[in-house]
């Protein structure tokens, strides 16, 4: 049983690089240590000090992710919704008749199985409302839109996984979900683009309060924050959904898991 | 940050990664690979950053674990090695 | 042995990487390459969020009495520091002048910077005093942010994007695996590279 030629020069390519990196490690600071360079840096301690005086947002990750780095947050939620596109470009197509397939179709319809359909029928309310409070208690408690969007697109996958991929679709079809994620980005960017044509700077959202009322600039990136937060759980609940949906299908959107 | 838990986690780490590599049964698996995700999700919840441990709870050990069974299920389930 | 155990956890991360790297280089199976893959990122951004870890620090999100209190005990603490200068200023000069009046040298000197001393520690007594305040259970809290007793929160901010990204990105390698299955029958790599044929160019 000879030993394969790639396995080797994969074990020495491991052994180098290992090796490489473990030398380093010895000029790192002590896990855990509150004064090593970048937790003692100049904008963590910005961050942590700043953020109840600038934003009035209690939990300093949402703050940073929604406000101070909105940009990367913006761009994420675009990689989202291209890689969702690429799933769809590249697996798509129409669902062919043959008879194998149909057989196997007629014979999925009659696994719904009636324990699982009366749970899931009281889980799922519970769960997408559970998802909503966690998209609008990103500010308070650990949270935001990417784990509320998650959760609800989770919710639908349950929905898929015990009534049928079919049944699922009629409810929320691959045009809903499509359209949903584009909203989702165009929230978000519209935001920015409000915040240029009120005179600031591209998501900018202290200038938020000339059209929110009854808000003072500060107030305005709280409010501003959700409104972008909720942007990026559209997208994320109807891509997590759809790439369900194309994988377990095999493109077809006709049986599945 | 509880040391002793961090040194246990940390080798249970290992041990399951290379466990879901060695496993023939890819829905086995995919499934060890679960339980990698809510390892890390335990870890990062012990080091303090409770907002990374929710997202890969929901994300890495929930919505991953079941695409990649998704897809065991439309392709093979055995692999050769 | 000391090194190994203090950097235990380094270690770890980095057997872990490797771990997720022989496993892309080396496995046959296509869907093994793309476990190996998430092990990889999931090491990557493990190792990333310990550098923000801080032994007996409190999670990156501001308690009710923090937030509140803040606003008035920043001018508060503003204008009592402000009032405390201006106090210490004047009180050095008066107590350098009586110095001079009376004899030169280090003695007299060293009393005054005492004196001055004395008076700033009084002043430092009383601000704190006008920070704190009761919580509920009328434990004395400061509500004073101390920036060593939080978390750093810049790394998780930046591996949330990234175990997103993670996620989105092992979707669409699934995608292909789906597809190459729909192609060639079979997902191990060996059986894929022999139907290509043996002149597999461009």
Not at chain 1, 183 to 189: D, E, P, Q, R
Request: charge should be negative.
């Amino acid at each position: 049983m000879r030993v394969k030629p790639i396995k080797v020069f994969a074990l020495l390519a491991v052994i180098c690089v290992g090796s490489l990196l473990l030398s380093a490690m010895g000029d790192f600071p002590a896990f855990g240590d509150p004064n090593s360079p970048a937790n003692a840096g100049q904008l963590a301690t910005h961050y942590i000090t700043q953020v109840r005086v600038e934003t009035k947002v209690p939990n300093i990750v949402t703050a940073v992710l929604a406000d101070y780095r909105g940009f990367d947050t913006m761009f994420e939620t675009v990689v989202i919704l291209v890689a969702g596109l690429a799933i769809l470009a590249i697996l798509r197509r129409p669902a062919c008749e043959s008879s194998r397939r149909f057989a196997e179709i007629a014979a999925m319809k009659s696994h719904v199985d009636l324990i699982q359909v009366t749970t899931c029928r009281l889980l799922i309310p519970v769960i997408q409302l559970f998802a909503l409070y966690v998209i609008a208690h990103g500010h308070h408690s650990p949270g935001g839109g990417f784990q509320g969007g998650v959760i609800l697109g989770a919710s639908f996958i349950l929905m898929a996984l015990v009534n049928g991929l079919r049944a699922t679709l009629l409810r929320f079809s691959e045009k809903k979900a499509l359209f949903l994620s584009a909203v989702g980005v165009i929230i978000f960017a519209g935001t920015g683009l409000i915040c240029m044509l009120l005179g600031g700077n591209f998501l900018d959202y202290e200038v938020l309060h000339q059209i929110l009322p009854y808000t003072d600039p500060v107030m305005a990136r709280s409010h501003a924050m959700l409104i972008v937060e909720i942007g990026v759980a559209f997208t994320v609940m109807s891509i997590m959904f759809l790439i369900y949906a194309v994988l377990s299908s095999g493109g077809e959107m006709e049986g599945g898991l | 940050m509880i040391l002793t838990f961090d040194t246990v986690a940390l080798i249970l780490l290992v041990i399951t990664a290379i466990m879901a590599l060695k496993i023939r049964d890819l829905l086995g698996a995919s499934v060890v690979l679960g339980i990698y995700g809510f390892l890390m999700c335990l870890l990062w919840a012990d080091m303090g950053a409770v907002d990374v441990a929710f997202t890969e709870a929901a994300v890495g050990a929930g919505v991953s674990t079941v695409i990649l069974i998704a897809t065991v299920y439309q392709t093979t389930r055995h692999s050769k090695d | 042995m000391d090194a190994f155990l203090e950097n235990f956890n380094y270690i770890v991360y980095v057997v872990l990487m490797m771990i997720g790297l022989y496993a892309m280089i080396s496995k046959n199976n296509l869907i093994k390459k793309l476990v190996g893959m998430t092990i990889f990122q999931s090491a990557i951004i493990l190792f990333y969020v310990s550098i923000g870890a801080k032994e007996g620090a409190a999670i990156p999100i501001l308690d009710h009495h923090q937030m509140h209190v803040a606003a008035a005990h920043d001018d508060h603490a503003d204008t009592h520091k402000d009032k405390a200068d201006t106090h210490e200023g004047e009180h050095a000069d008066t107590k350098i002048h009586k110095a001079d009046k009376h004899a030169a040298g280090a003695h007299s000197n060293h009393t005054s910077a005492e004196h001055a001393s004395t008076h700033t520690d009084k002043h430092k007594h009383e601000a704190p005093h006008a920070g704190e305040h009761d919580d509920h259970d009328g434990h004395h809290v400061s509500s004073e942010i101390n920036p060593a007793k939080f978390s750093n929160p810049i790394p998780h901010v930046l591996m949330l994007t990234a175990i997103v990204v993670g996620v989105s990105t092992l979707g669409v390698a699934l995608s292909i695996v789906q597809r190459v299955h729909q192609g060639y029958g079979s997902i191990e790599e060996d059986d894929i590279l022999n139907q290509i044929g043996p002149n597999a160019d461009g």
